[in-house]
C-alpha cells in the first residue's frame, strides 16, 4: 500500500502561529482549535483528502530559494487583487514576473520568506 500525504510542513525560526496564521488569513481555512500562540507545531486543517499545512518551529533560519513552494490562481479577484490582499497580510514581492499579454505570475514571499507565486486568476 502506498503512503499517504498528511501534511506539508514549513519550518519556522519566529512563531509558528503567526506564520499559520498568515496563512489561514491567505488560503481561508482554519488554524486547528488544538493550536494556540507559544505552540511548537502548528496545523491548518484543509478539506478532508488534502494534506494539511504544518508550522514547526527550528532553530534553523531560510539560506536559499524554496526548492518547492505553492502556486496559487487567484478565485473571484484578478491576480493584482489577490497580491495586493496578500500584500496587507504581511507577504512581499519578490518578483513581478507579469508579461504584457497577462500571463505569468508574481513571485510573492510569506512574512519568514517562503516563496509561492501568484498567477492570473479567472478574473484575469
Request: charged share 30%; glycine share 10%.
Amino acid at each position: 500500500m502506498n503512503p499517504t500525504l498528511r501534511h506539508i510542513t514549513f519550518d519556522c525560526t519566529g512563531e509558528p502561529y503567526e506564520l499559520a496564521r498568515f496563512w489561514s488569513d491567505f488560503l481561508g481555512h482554519p488554524i486547528s482549535d488544538a493550536d494556540k500562540p507559544g505552540d511548537d507545531e502548528v496545523l491548518i486543517e484543509l478539506p478532508a483528502g488534502t494534506p494539511g499545512l504544518l508550522f514547526i518551529r527550528t532553530g534553523d533560519p531560510k539560506q536559499t530559494k524554496n526548492r518547492l513552494h505553492f502556486d496559487l490562481a487567484p478565485t473571484g479577484r484578478t491576480r493584482s487583487e489577490e497580491v495586493d490582499r496578500a500584500l496587507s497580510l504581511g507577504a512581499h514581492i519578490e518578483t513581478d514576473r507579469t508579461l504584457p499579454n497577462g500571463r505569468g505570475w508574481v513571485v510573492m514571499t510569506d512574512p519568514e520568506g517562503n516563496e509561492f507565486c501568484i498567477e492570473r486568476g479567472e478574473r484575469g
